[in-house]
């Protein structure tokens, strides 16, 4: 049904992006660092849900919807950058603190970390694309049986986003307390972080090219 060459290339795409700084990665960091890795479990859980949302959205004919009203696939994304940007001058501000520095912050419900997971996820212009734009074009015509190949190729990047992700989140309070004895460690990761996201704002915000059709 789904070529190698396919479940190659998603995973690689897939890999590409949860290693690559975003909102997904800073919101199970922070969570897990300020909250415990519990609580950034569950929170992954909102991820997950949110990549399920994007899944049968784009296989069931979002990607139409964008491709026939190109400004709404604007103005997601567009919101997409403004919310990187929002993160970016969080990490480069004077008295910007790193996501992996301890704070001391209310403790949110389970309810609440799934729905922040979940609208961080949502919001996040990289998965949009990806669902749009990316796994479409690992999609085989000749094989038939579109919806399934997407739902397929979907569930691939699902799955190692999520391992990625909950290695992350397992990790983090280590990697907190190497960094808390490195100060000057610290603050590189911030303005790196801080860079990254930054440019990644940019980038979607002066980028024109619009939705590719999924089949």
Known sequence: MVELSGILGVTVVALGMVLTPGPNMIYLVSRSITQGRRAGIVSLGGVALGFMVYLLAANLGLSVVFVAVPELYFAVK???????????????????????????????????????????????????????????????????????????????????????????????????????????WLKVQRYAMGTALGALSVSMAIDTSGPAKAN
Request: glycine share 8%; charged share 10%.
């Open 78 to 184: 567009l919101a997409g950058a403004a919310y990187l940007a929002h993160l970016a001058w969080n990490a480069l501000k004077p008295g910007g603190i790193s996501v992996f520095a301890p704070q001391d912050v209310p403790h949110d419900s389970p309810r609440k970390l799934v729905t922040m997971g979940l609208m961080t996820n949502l919001l996040n212009p990289k998965i949009a694309i990806m669902y749009l734009s990316l796994i479409p074009q690992f999609i085989d015509l000749d094989k038939g049986h579109v919806l399934l190949q997407g739902l397929i190729l979907g569930s691939i990047q699902i799955m190692v986003s999520v391992a990625v992700n909950l290695a992350i989140v397992l990790a983090a309070g280590a990697i907190a307390v190497f960094l808390s004895r490195r100060p000057s």
